[in-house]
């Protein structure tokens, strides 16, 4: 739940600052993380290279992501903070807030991506995680739509998506089963006591 009031904290503050950047600005923004999205798959591999890091298990693939993402965010932002005063002069005349808004929203869809990754990674490591996934809304909602965005992300967060959608899947066909169960107990015992009377 902490994780959901997070989000949702994340998404209004974000709205807010893609109104008063505008809408110029925040496409530009979006398109960052676009890049970053689609280079990462080949930075991934170069920064395991360069650094010389081994991927021993999950946590160490989640560092070499990290690592990638940060080189990446960072070169792109110089990039667009050298161009900023150029942007800045292109405006919208009718609603450059309201879209600059809209843009700052689905900015920050990628930044929770990026946590619902970290969330989901470090949970396998850290039991506080762990509950803190069980008891999201939003990570729920993420796992069963993210699925079909996986190809972006490398394999180690392709393969713990795939194994916690499964596990939800798993989970909820338990659940199914038994309220079945227990619906046809309920209903046999109606039955056996109204033939008693």
Do not use: W
């Amino acid at each position: 739940m902490i994780l959901d009031i997070g989000f949702l904290i994340l998404l209004i503050l974000s709205f807010l600052l893609g109104r008063k950047r505008g809408f110029t600005l925040e496409f530009f923004n979006v398109f960052k993380y676009l890049l970053i999205l689609y280079f990462m798959k080949y930075t991934y591999g170069a920064v395991k290279v360069l650094f010389k890091l081994a991927e021993k298990d999950s946590r160490d693939q989640l560092k070499i992501y990290i690592i990638a993402f940060a080189i990446l965010y960072i070169s792109l932002t110089i990039i667009l903070k050298l161009s900023a005063n150029f942007l800045k002069s292109i405006k919208l005349k009718r609603l450059n807030e309201f879209f600059g808004g809209i843009l700052g929203i689905i900015k920050t869809t990628f930044v929770i991506f990026i946590i619902y990754i970290i969330v989901l990674i470090g949970s396998t490591h850290s039991k506080r995680l762990e509950e803190i996934k069980h008891q999201s809304l939003a990570v729920k909602g993420i796992t069963q739509y993210l699925y079909v965005y996986s190809e972006v992300f490398p394999d180690f967060i392709k393969n713990d998506v795939n194994r916690y959608r499964k596990k939800r899947a798993e989970e909820k066909l338990k659940r199914n089963v038994l309220n079945e169960l227990k619906e046809n107990n309920l209903n046999e015992g109606i039955k056996n006591n109204e033939n008693n009377r």
